[in-house]
């Protein structure tokens, strides 16, 4: 071994990282700036990844009501089963007639495949529900077994029950069933009397353990998953999705209230894009709609923010002529009435009277609407206007969030913001799902995207309408996936949002769920199978801001490396000379605490030193820091959940001079985000 050549080349490393030059930063504890909106930092919801069917609503059978273009997707079936059309249910007609076998060893049944099978657990609890009757009169016996088909013995009876039907009128009937193993790919069999001839409809499946032990409930990790965000605020229910595929497609929300029973079956917007599924079955049973959305926002202490149709289709689908007419508007600015009447209307007016009869007679106190979502150019201008003037005119306290586009730069993006100016919309939707480059600010982002990085938001205009930044993700290296490296960018770019909390009042990261057999889109914030989810590195990173979001603004700054002078203090954003350092500071005025965020997106260690002008004394920083010593590819999964999750440590900070200043001295590691808590 050359010795010599070793040593020099560790000499050099050694050199390298201790000569890298401290940063000094000031922070003025002081001086608070603006108020950093409650609604800061929260989600947004779309049905896409299958994250409504087979994600966050519970129910485990798939095409229960037998709606489905193909009333059997989902069903296998053995037997005299046959389809009829007049059941109890006006807008889910369909049910299924099991007919008696007419032989002893013949059998009569159906059974439902779930999403990618159906996730159950030992000794847990499922309740399953039938409508039923006897059309003939009489009494009839179903049996419902769980089962696992791979097993090839009697063993594949995983937990069974059994519901005696009676009479000729439409009942429901209920069974509990415990699974003896647990298993992610579970059937739901369920089969007559062989003696009788039994109609059955709307046959369910539900964990009995969802989230806030609900019948019609939310799966329970992944819903705990939205609580443990802290979300300021929750957008919903998409996306395109509000526009559908076509005007037939889009999302209708007086279509989701009511019995499940009765909410129409909708074709999913996503229904087609898969890239991997040729005969999709993505379908929407709307059992997860608009009161559990305002629901699950009240659980889980956040903003509710519906988005709804404007009277168009998704731009990039459809030609123009596919839009509502100009004189056809009204149902769907009543659709907006209407919704706000929903969710805050007194208990005996004709919307809030719904709310109430689904048990929540108090109002949800709704504050903010969307209308329209990445719509662009005149056709959506001109179809805004009525709109605004009509929520404006009854209910002058709803904030208005209006579009800039698909686009986070250029032409239509800025005539959109001008629209909204004009109309003076609350707030202005965008939209980035950009690259690398966008999220740091590099000179090829600049070039490419123009206003981009943790600059972002400095120059904005602060006498319009404010920022929701409603849909972005770093898609990185082509790859469009959720490795370490994009979401620590995201990190870097959100320093940015916080600095500029006086015009950005809302951030949402998207989209939020998939399924790892049912997704067309990613990244995404969490993932799943049946069984299991993890959290991505961009969960944690929302998560870091949300939970430390502070209540006030302060002023974090650095010596301009370009200003020879080295006078010009200027934000910690990733500019020339700063080393790949992101940088920003918040006051919490309910824990007394100041709270520093730092993101070093270079291949280095840095010493940093934080003056905490304002602050004397010695004392301990709480520090979190998300940080991963393995390739920058890597990522969390269904196997290694916990692979890269923040790490909580403490550092010191010291007193310095005669006023004895304080003073945080730290070493940020290589390509990390580390966030600081300092009680004043
Ligand atoms: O988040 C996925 C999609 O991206 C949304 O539906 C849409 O608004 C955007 O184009």
Known sequence: MNYKLVFGALALSVSLSTTQAQRVMDVQTKKLGAAVSPTMYGLFFEDINYAADGGLYAELVKNRSFEFPNAFAGWEISGKVSLKDDGPFERNPHYVRLAPSGHRDKHTMIENHGFFGMGVKAGEEYRFSVWARVPDGGTAKLYIDLVDNATMSDDQKMGSGNVEVSGKEWKKYTTIIKPKKTFGRAHLRVWGDSKVTTDVEHVSLFPVDTYKGRENGLRKDLAQALEDVHPGVFRFPGGCIVEGTDMATRYQWKNTIGPVENRPLNENRWHYTFTHRYFPDYYQSYGLGFFEFFQLCEDIKCEPLPVLNVGMVCQFQNGKDAHAAMDALQPFIDDCLDLIEFANGPADSKWGKI????????????????????????????????????????????????????????????????????????????????????????????????????????????????????????????????????????????TGIERNADIVTMATYAPLFAHVEGWQWRPDMIWYDNLKMFRTVSYYVQQMYAMNKGTNVLSLTTKDPADAKGKKQIPVAGQEGLDGLFASSVFDSTTGEVIIKVVNTSKQEQPISVNLLGMTGERMAETLTLQHNGSM????????????????????????GKKQQTVLNDRVPAMSFRLYKIKK
């Not at 269904?638 to 310095?656: D, H, L, Q, W, Y």
């Open 355 to 494: 709310r109430a009869e689904m048990g929540h007679p108090e109002p949800f106190n709704m504050k903010y609407l969307g209308i329209g979502n990445e719509q662009w150019d005149t056709p959506y201008f001109e179809r805004l206007k009525p709109f605004v003037a009509a929520v404006r005119a009854k209910y002058p306290e709803i904030k208005i969030i209006g579009t800039s586009g698909p686009d986070s730069e250029g032409k239509m993006f800025e005539k959109g913001w001008e629209a909204m100016k004009a109309q003076k919309a609350d707030l202005v939707d965008e939209h980035f799902y950009r690259n690398e480059s966008f999220f740091l600010g590099t000179k090829e982002g600049k070039e490419r995207y123009g206003n981009c990085g943790a600059l972002r938001y400095d120059s904005y205009d602060r006498k319009g309408p404010k920022v929701f930044a409603g849909e972005y993700a770093c898609h990185g290296k082509g790859k469009k996936w959720n490795h370490y490296e994009t979401s620590l960018y995201e990190a870097a770019f959100m």
């Open 633 to 656: 590819d890597d990522e969390n999964s269904i196997k290694e959940p916990n692979k890269i999750a923040p790490v909580p440590g403490a550092a010191r900070c010291e007193a310095t």
